[in-house]
């Protein structure tokens, strides 16, 4: 039986090496693109990376950039992939109002560059493309989120991304194209990225149980995210490319924590009590039993724009589809801290 082929942007990322990995089990040939650099960026998928003189290897990378458009029509027209997941962006919502016209050139033309190189091959009619939209979509709603809420975006980034989002519904009506959107909620793993909260709480939790740190300093305390396991939303994306027909789809878990919430249950992982004291900027958290300040508030890392709170719901998801999240937050923070121990402990 004739192997499946996938085409991966951004596979060199948390979303993109899990769902590599992923493929690879279910027995894909997968294909990934690469930006050129003068160091390696590949550390992520090296446990599953194969030598190029492996002739039968079914990992294989390109140079190639949501940027050039030749480039991603040349790929796709060589490789001839079943399924495309295009997970590349400029993800870093405080960074994209710092480059906002790049954010906007990687994560919303470069959806369009995808998908107007799609409609011009012959065998379009056969190929599956699924856009990462996001939650940031909807801005500032304090309500549970479904698809069928509108959109209100406060940032370069989600404004990039909702771009994106209606150029995948547009060419699926247009061409006839298989296109479907996964609304992604805030999802999370050890291989998260270091300028994310999340990653950047837990490693410094960790360093900070070692002696190797004294603070985490962080922004908006009282910001809530519907948060999940980026393992799991992987496996909703590939279950969102095997349904019947295209859609647009919300994978979410259906509950939401604040950034507080994260930093308590992280701390606890290693046996520290976190007690807050303050208001505002001048909040601190500090050890319940030396008393020591171990958390400060630095008003650098707060947005512009604050998006204060997302909550997600993904009925249709679970109905449709049969997908449902399977990692709760308590064991996703704990998995996060426990990876960075290791990691620091074996250095």
């Known amino acids: 039986m004739k192997k499946k082929i996938a085409f991966i942007t951004g596979i060199t990322g948390q979303d993109g090496s899990l769902l590599a990995k992923l493929l690879l089990n279910k027995n894909y040939i997968v294909h990934g693109i690469k930006r050129r650099a003068s160091s390696f960026n590949t ?31 040349d790929l796709l ?7 495309i997941y295009n997970l590349g962006a400029q993800s870093h919502v405080a960074i994209s109002f710092i480059n906002p016209e790049y954010t906007t050139n990687v994560d919303g033309i470069g959806n369009l560059r995808l998908l107007d190189a799609i409609s011009k091959l012959k065998f379009k009619k056969s190929v599956k493309f ?19 809420s509108i959109f209100e975006p406060v940032s370069p980034y989600a404004s990039a991304k ?24 805030n999802h999370e793993s050890s291989q998260r990225g270091e300028n994310f909260i999340s990653k950047k709480t837990t490693k410094a939790v960790a360093e900070i149980s070692l002696g190797l740190r004294d603070i985490l300093y962080v922004g908006n305390l009282n910001s809530y ?65 030396s008393k ?3 958390v400060k508030v630095d008003k650098i890392y707060f947005r512009p724009n604050e998006v204060e709170y997302l909550k997600g719901n ?10 449902k999240p399977k990692m709760t937050f308590e064991k996703l923070v704990n998995k996060m801290v426990d990876y960075d121990l290791k990691k620091l402990k074996n250095k």
Do not use: C
């Open 43 to 73: 550390k992520r998928i090296d446990s599953i990376y194969q030598d190029h003189q492996n002739k039968s290897k079914r990992l294989i990378l390109h140079y190639g950039d949501l940027t050039d458009s030749l480039s991603l029509y």
């Open 77 to 83: 027209n060589k490789i001839k992939p079943d399924e």
């Open 130 to 148: 699924f856009q990462a939209s996001t939650s940031e979509m909807y801005g500032n709603q304090k309500k549970t989120l479904n698809e069928d």
């Open 162 to 185: 909702l771009l994106a989002y209606w150029n995948t519904k547009i060419y699926r009506q247009a061409y006839g194209i298989f296109a479907s959107n996964g609304i992604m909620f």
């Open 225 to 289: 995210r519907d948060w999940g396991y980026a393992g799991d939303y992987v496996e909703a994306m590939w279950k969102i490319m095997q349904y019947k027909k295209p859609d647009d789809f919300v994978i979410a878990t259906n509950k939401t924590h604040s950034v507080r919430r994260f930093i308590e249950i992280a701390f606890k992982r290693v046996g520290i009590k976190i007690i807050w004291k303050g208001k505002g900027i001048n909040e601190v958290g500090f050890e319940k039993k």
């Open 292 to 294: 020591k300040i171990l």
């Open 314 to 323: 993904y009925s249709k998801i679970n109905k449709l589809i049969g997908w």
